[in-house]
């Protein structure tokens, strides 16, 4: 079946240092949606592409969809101990099921 | 108005014992999901809604879990014959439309003795 994959797995950052999380799936998706978790927390929405080629940003935080629509990233400058928690990506397949992927855990040292 | 709740928050069940976890969503919202998410993974989807109807069911493991939302609103994710794997973090969400932005809820706690 469909697979959503992330890299890395874990990153650990000095406050300061870029981040970037990388997700690939096996099949086109029709949009891609990225959620974050804090410790102890529920996911929580950031944002949702819909575009091949779609590029968004929000303030720190820049959002990119493949060509293909079957990869996307998340690319956060200069990270503060605040961005701390596990993203993930997540894409609908044609059925309407979310499929999540397995997260990146974000660190930051102070 | 309010969030996604769930209850119960924590649920400690003996083995062989059946379970019922509870969702509220979002009101107005069309869409409902059940998730079951381990320690350190991405929530694993087991079922959803559309309004009262169970649109994909593919994600349950087995024919012990069932899921119901019978008012298009409140939803109830049924164990029967729990089994310790079965522990797990249950988590619950809504949206307003079938594909878009998913609330979800704090999650039940499932522990299975």
């Known amino acids: 079946g469909q697979q959503v994959m992330q890299i890395p797995q874990y990153q650990h950052v000095q406050e300061g240092e870029d981040f970037t999380t990388y997700c690939n799936s096996s099949t086109t998706l029709s949009n891609i949606q990225w959620y974050k978790q804090r410790p102890g927390g529920h996911p929580v929405f950031l944002i949702q592409l819909v575009k091949s080629g779609e590029v968004k940003k929000q303030k720190r935080l820049t959002f990119q969809f493949g060509e293909a629509k079957k990869n996307s990233s998340l690319h956060i400058t200069a990270t503060q101990t605040t961005d701390v928690g596990t993203y993930f990506c997540a894409g609908y397949n044609q059925g309407g099921k979310l499929i999540f992927g397995q997260g990146t855990e974000l660190s930051v040292k102070p | ?113």
């Open chain 2, 1 to 113: 108005g309010a969030g996604v709740s769930q209850s119960p928050r924590y649920k400690v069940t003996k083995r062989g014992q059946d379970v019922a976890l509870r969702c509220d969503p979002i009101s107005g919202h069309v869409s409902l999901y059940w998730y079951r998410q381990a320690l350190g993974q991405g929530p694993e989807f087991l079922t959803y809604f559309n309004y009262e109807a169970q649109q994909d069911k593919s994600g349950l493991p087995n024919d012990r879990f069932s899921a119901e939302r019978p008012e298009g609103s409140i939803s109830t994710l049924t164990i029967q014959r729990t089994e310790q794997r079965d522990s797990a973090m249950y988590r619950c969400a809504s949206s307003q439309a079938q594909v878009g932005e998913q609330y979800f809820g704090p999650g039940t706690r499932l522990t299975v003795t």
